[in-house]
């Protein structure tokens, strides 16, 4: 008699948070300086290449880390936050708020906080819906509804860091009231891949110059 074969473990899809301003950024940046230190590179004498690729060595990775880094990934069981530096994971059970005020910060149930990066706050997009919100109710005091509106824009009229919040803290809210069964510890992990080259780039320029 053959034992019942284990039911296969459930996968759950990541959604993906970023700021596509910071990568159309980190993207020019990246073929700006590419082209500024080859150029140097290949046409400089001296210890112009030297100093070049240095600098190269410390700009890349810095770029790469405030603009294409960045990112949010969360499923029903777990967030994690890939920040420039830090690569932070936590369980939804350990996390106690998502907030959005000059910036968007999650709190665990300890108190730390961390900084969503790849969730930029803008306060002139924040401005404008207030505005368009407040427009709206002077143009119907009486929140009539007009029979052209179209109900659907609801989170149109949201600014969209605080409609990715939003979103965040309602799967937090949901993990709590028992919708995920992940649970453990807040894992935070260094981006040594970004910070060591940066350092080593960096000492590198300091060498140089002071050779010079």
């Known amino acids: 008699m053959t034992s019942p074969t284990p039911p296969a ?15 159309v950024g980190g993207v020019l ?19 112009v290449p030297w100093l070049a690729l240095a600098g190269l060595l410390t700009a890349v990775p810095l770029i790469v880390a405030f ?5 949010v990934l969360v499923n029903d069981r777990r967030i994690r936050i890939r920040n420039p530096f830090r690569t932070i994971t ?8 998502v907030r959005a005020g000059y910036s968007s910060e999650l709190f665990t149930q300890d108190g730390t906080k961390f900084q969503l990066w790849a969730v930029p706050v803008s ?36 600014a969209g860091a605080d409609q990715t919040v939003r979103e965040l803290r309602e799967l937090a809210e ?9 649970a453990g510890a807040v894992v935070v992990r260094w981006a040594y891949e970004v910070i060591v080259p940066a350092v080593v780039g960096a000492v590198a320029l300091v060498v140089l ?3 010079g």
């Open 29 to 47: 940046l990246l073929l700006l300086v590419g082209w500024i230190g080859g150029d140097a590179v290949y046409r400089g004498s001296g210890r």
């Open 209 to 211: 110059f002071a050779a």
């Open 123 to 158: 306060l002139r997009q924040r401005k404008k819906v207030a505005r368009q919100q407040t427009q709206k109710a002077q143009d119907d005091p009486y929140r009539r509804t007009s029979v052209h509106a179209d109900v659907r824009d609801a989170k149109a009229r949201i």
């Open 9 to 23: 473990e459930p996968t759950y899809a990541d959604r993906t948070f970023r700021s596509p301003a910071g990568l």
């Open 90 to 97: 936590a369980p939804w059970t350990a996390v106690a708020d």
């Open 67 to 71: 603009t294409l880094r960045p990112v």
């Open 174 to 182: 949901r993990a709590g009231d028992g919708g995920a069964d992940g």
